[in-house]
């Protein structure tokens, strides 16, 4: 089947600090790979995606790269600002179905 | 860039009665739409995929009795929770994909309805 599997939060950062969030998947076929993000009281905003191994997305300073040998799709950032601090959910796409994983709340503290 | 709305974004309702959401998709037609569930500090789960014009697919463990979904236009859909108890307090968001012009997998998300029952 397809699941996504991401690192529990919360996970606590100072500024300007570097970011890892895991995000590991199962899947069939070839799915496409997303981080989205939640802001407090705001609905899920695509970050990035990649739609195929070895592809990299990236946005405002995000990537992550699209591993299929280890069937993974970390989120990562060299610097953090406070304004970063949200949820961001990894998820798959297959046959037009998303997939989400929990959910890692981050905060960024000054 | 797209943009979907939801109304109401927070609602509160007694038990034993029934609350509509509705999604709408403001600047573009949607030929499908998607409900999911949002319990807290867990992930989103997809409740039901609307299609404009025709019954709404369920996934399983679902009732479709109880959350009924309506897709009568191409920028509209709505989801009625029927009888409502306390455990189907939860966020409700929506999802519209862009019709036969976008990327298939180009969903953009409503900011979400928070629903309480007393």
């Known amino acids: 089947g397809n699941s996504v599997t991401q690192m529990e939060g919360p996970v606590t950062l100072s500024e300007e600090a570097f970011l890892t969030i895991n995000c590991t998947y199962t899947a069939t076929g070839y799915p496409s790979l997303f981080w989205y993000v939640q802001y407090p009281g705001e609905g899920l905003q695509l970050l990035l995606k990649a739609t195929k191994a070895d592809d990299k997305g990236s946005n405002k300073g995000f990537e992550a790269t699209y591993r299929k040998e280890t069937t993974s799709f970390h989120l990562e950032k060299g610097s953090v600002q406070v304004s970063d601090s949200a949820v961001y959910f990894c998820?798959?796409?297959?046959?037009?179905?998303?997939?989400f994983g929990s959910g890692t709340k981050l905060n960024v503290k000054p | 860039g797209a943009v979907v709305s939801q109304h109401p974004s927070w609602v509160i309702c007694k038990s034993g009665t029934s609350v509509k959401i509705e999604c709408r998709s403001l600047?573009?037609?949607?030929?499908?739409m998607f409900w999911y569930r949002q319990f807290p500090k867990q992930s989103l789960m997809l409740m039901a995929t609307s299609n404009e014009g025709s019954k709404a697919t369920y996934e399983q463990g679902v009732e479709k009795d109880k959350f009924l979904i309506n897709h009568a236009s191409l920028t509209l859909s709505t989801l009625t929770v029927t009888s409502a108890h306390p455990e189907d307090s939860s966020f409700y968001i929506c999802?519209?994909?862009?019709?036969?012009?976008?990327?298939?997998?180009?969903?953009?998300f409503g900011p979400g309805t928070r629903l309480t029952v007393l």
């Open positions: 999802s519209a994909r862009l019709g036969l012009a976008g990327s298939t997998d180009t969903q953009y």
């Open positions: 998820a798959l796409i297959n046959f037009n179905k998303f997939y």
């Open positions: 600047d573009f037609q949607a030929t499908t």
